[in-house]
C-alpha cells in the first residue's frame, strides 16, 4: 500500500503556511510535536477550539458547505437531540437517521432522529457520520471493535496505571480506572506543601484552575522547553502568580523539544510521582485518551539516612536522580533533594528516559531505546517464552525513520524492543518479531468526538510519509470498545509485546515518546554513540515487580489482570485506508460535527 495524495479527499496541492516548511522539517527529526510560537496557541480560558488541538496545528475545521467559520449557535448535537415517545413527537424524521451529522439545533426541532441503541459508547457520545473503510473485514474507528476476542478491565489494580477521563462517552468507563487532572491534585490525596510540572505544552490560567483552591498558592516549579515569543507568553502567564517559578529546560541539538511530561507533589506527609501523557492545556484533558502512572506516596526516609537509601530493585529512585541531573539546573537541585529525603523502595516500574546528547560510553545505554535494551538484557522474558511474539508500538505522531525500514525503524530500534533476558541484543535480520504499530487512520480522526481538529495533535506531515511508504504496511487502526475510548482520540504513547493469542503481555511502557530517532535515539559512530534531540520520560512494568513469574495476563477472568488501553488484536488498516496527514485536506466527507479539514 503505498502513500500519494491523491488518496486524500482532495488531490489539489495543500495550501501551508507560511511556517508550514519550518513547522514539517522539524516534525521529520523531532517528535513531531510542534512550537507553541507556530501554533499561535496559548489561550488561558481552556475552551476547545475547531482549529485543532493539541501538539500541532495543522489546519482549520470548517463545516461542510461553507467557507466560513462555524456558526456560533452550532452548540452540539447532544444539546439538539431530545428523547420522545412516538406518540408525543409529529416531527418527521431526518432521512440521514443516526448518520445525521448536521449541528444546527434549529435541525433537531424540526426533524426526530432515531435513538442509537448499539452500544454505551456511542448512546453517551455526539452521533457521527459512519464511514466505509477500504475493506468489509476492517471496521471504522467508530464501531465497536466485537471482533476482539478478549476484554479488558479498568480497574487499575497494583499496576496504578490509569486512563485520563473523557468527556462524551458512558459514564461507566470514567468510573474506574481514569482520573482526570484535578483527581490527580486533589486534596484527598494529601497536603500539598509543593509541586513541580515538566511538560511540552503548558496553559499557566488554565493549570492553576486545576489545583485545589488552597493549594493554589503553594510553590510551584514550571520545566518547560520553551523559547523566543513562546517563552515570552509563558513569562507574562506566570507573572500573575508570584508562586510560580520557571525552569527552562536546555535543547542544545537543533529540532530537540522538552516533551517529557511529569509531576511532583511534595505533601506534608511525603513526596508523589506522576508520568504521564497530557499537555497542560485543556484539549489534552477533555476527549483524548492519554495515560497516567501514580506512584504511591513515598514517605520520609528517617533522620539520618543516607541519600541514596530507599531505592527500589528497579533503581526507581537512582534513575529519577540521574534524569534530573542530566537538566544540569539549579532549580531543579531543590527537588533533587527532596527525592532523597524520601523512600521510593516501594516503586515497582522502571524508569525509561531520554536526555539530549551525544551519548557515549557507560551513559549511552542509560538513555532511550538502548535503556530499555539494558533493562531487557538483565531482567526481560525468556527468548523461549517470546518467540514469535510481535511487539506492538502506539502513538500519536510520527518522525522521519529514514529510506530504509531495515536500518532503524526493524533495524536497531526493533532489536532494542526485542531484547530478551542474558543475550545481548543484535541486528535481528530474517528473525526478527512481527512488528504491528498502532496509529489513527483518517477514518479514525474524522469519526472521533472532536472530528477533524483531533487529527491537530497527530502532526504527520506528507513530507514524511511520501519518504516511508513501507511504514503502511505495519499500520493498525485506532480502538479501545473495551475502554469506550474508540471515539477519543489517542495522544497516549505505548509499547508492549503479547503473545499470538493476545492472552498474555511480557511488558508494558507508557512513555511521552513517540515513534521517531528524536525521542528515541540514534546510533552513530558505528554504534559508539547514541544521539537524542528530546527529553522523554515514561515508566516500564515488568511482570516479575508485580509477583508475576513471566508475564501479565489481559483476560478480565484473572485476578489482577493489566489494564491494557485499547483493543486486542490490533486491527490492520484496510486496503484503501490511509494514516491520518495534518497538512493535507479533508473535504469531500465531513467529520462527525459536520466540519471538513483545511490546512491553513
Not at 38 to 60: L, V, Y
Not at 180 to 207: C, R, V
Not at 309 to 329: I, P
Amino acid at each position: 500500500m503505498s502513500w500519494s495524495l491523491s488518496d486524500s479527499d482532495e488531490s489539489t496541492n495543500p495550501s501551508l503556511s507560511p511556517h508550514g516548511e519550518r513547522q514539517y522539517e522539524e516534525e521529520e527529526d523531532c517528535t513531531g510535536e510542534t512550537s507553541r510560537i507556530e501554533q499561535g496557541r496559548g489561550s488561558s480560558g481552556g475552551q476547545a477550539s475547531t482549529s485543532g488541538s493539541g501538539d500541532s496545528s495543522g489546519g482549520q475545521a470548517r463545516p461542510s458547505g461553507s467557507r466560513g467559520q462555524r456558526s456560533g449557535d452550532e452548540t452540539g448535537h447532544r444539546g439538539g437531540k431530545q428523547k420522545r415517545s412516538a406518540k408525543e413527537d409529529q416531527r418527521p424524521e431526518c432521512h440521514y437517521g443516526r448518520q445525521c451529522y448536521r449541528k444546527n439545533p434549529t435541525h433537531f426541532q424540526q426533524y426526530r432522529h432515531p435513538v442509537d441503541s448499539s452500544s454505551d459508547e456511542e448512546k453517551s457520545s455526539p452521533p457521527h457520520k459512519k464511514l466505509k473503510t477500504g475493506s468489509s473485514s476492517v471496521a471504522s474507528s467508530s464501531s465497536s471493535s466485537s471482533s476482539s476476542s478478549l476484554t479488558h478491565t479498568a480497574d487499575p489494580g497494583p499496576y496504578t496505571f490509569y486512563l485520563t477521563k473523557v468527556s462524551g462517552i458512558a459514564a461507566r468507563f470514567n468510573q474506574t480506572g481514569a482520573m482526570h487532572i484535578t483527581d490527580i491534585l486533589s486534596a484527598e490525596k494529601g497536603k500539598l506543601l509543593a509541586s513541580a510540572q515538566f511538560n511540552y505544552m503548558i496553559d499557566i490560567p488554565w493549570l492553576m484552575q486545576q489545583y485545589p483552591k488552597e493549594a493554589r498558592e503553594k510553590p510551584l516549579l514550571i520545566v518547560h522547553g520553551d523559547s523566543g515569543l513562546s517563552k515570552v507568553k509563558l513569562q507574562e502567564d506566570a507573572h500573575h502568580f508570584s508562586n510560580i517559578q520557571l525552569c527552562q529546560a536546555r535543547l542544545e541539538i537543533m529540532y530537540g523539544t522538552h516533551h517529557s511530561k511529569m509531576m511532583f507533589l511534595l505533601y506534608d506527609d511525603g513526596l508523589r510521582i506522576a508520568i504521564h501523557t497530557a499537555n497542560l492545556i485543556h484539549q489534552d484533558w477533555h476527549q483524548k485518551t492519554q495515560g497516567v502512572w501514580l506512584s504511591p506516596c513515598f514517605p520520609k526516609l528517617p533522620d539520618g539516612a543516607a541519600p541514596t537509601d530507599g531505592d527500589s530493585s528497579t533503581h526507581f529512585k537512582s534513575d529519577l536522580l540521574a534524569y534530573l541531573a542530566a537538566y544540569r539546573k539549579s532549580a531543579l537541585e531543590e527537588w533533587r533533594k527532596h527525592i532523597q529525603e524520601h523512600d521510593m523502595s516501594q516503586a515497582r516500574v522502571h524508569i525509561v528516559a531520554s536526555v539530549p546528547g551525544r551519548h557515549q560510553g557507560g551513559s549511552k545505554n542509560q538513555w532511550g531505546h538502548l535503556k530499555l535494551r539494558q533493562v531487557f538484557q538483565a531482567r526481560g522474558p525468556p527468548a523461549d517464552l517470546v518467540k514469535g511474539w510481535p511487539v506492538i508500538g502506539q502513538f500519536s505522531s510520527i518522525g522521519s525513520l529514514g529510506a530504509d525500514a531495515q536500518k532503524w525503524l526493524c533495524g536497531e530500534w526493533l532489536s532494542s524492543l526485542a531484547t530478551v533476558r542474558g543475550k545481548p541484543s543484535l541486528m535481528l535480520g530474517s528473525r526478527q518479531p512481527q512488528l504491528q504499530l498502532i496509529y489513527p487512520s483518517v477514518n479514525n480522526v474524522r469519526s472521533s468526538l472532536e472530528g477533524y481538529p483531533a487529527g491537530g495533535s497527530l502532526p504527520y506531515s506528507i513530507n514524511t510519509a511520501r519518504k516511508q511508504p513501507y511504514l503502511n504496511k505495519f499500520l493498525h487502526q485506532w480502538s479501545a470498545s473495551a475502554r469506550g475510548r474508540t471515539r477519543a482520540s489517542p495522544h497516549i504513547k505505548t509499547y508492549t509485546r503479547t503473545s499470538p493469542d493476545c492472552s498474555r503481555l511480557a511488558w508494558f511502557l507508557v512513555t511521552s515518546a513517540n515513534l521517531s530517532k528524536a525521542a528515541w535515539g540514534a546510533l552513530e559512530k558505528n554504534g559508539a554513540q547514541l544521539m537524542i534531540r528530546s527529553y522523554e520520560i515514561g515508566v516500564l512494568f515488568l511482570p516479575q515487580g508485580f509477583g508475576e513469574d513471566t508475564t501479565f495476563a489481559v483476560h478480565t477472568s484473572c485476578s489482577e489482570p493489566f489494564p491494557i488501553p485499547y483493543d486486542l488484536p490490533p486491527l490492520p488498516y484496510g486496503t484503501n485506508d490511509q494514516p491520518w496527514v495534518v497538512d493535507i485536506p479533508y473535504v469531500n466527507k465531513p467529520d462527525s460535527h459536520g466540519c471538513v479539514w483545511q490546512p491553513s
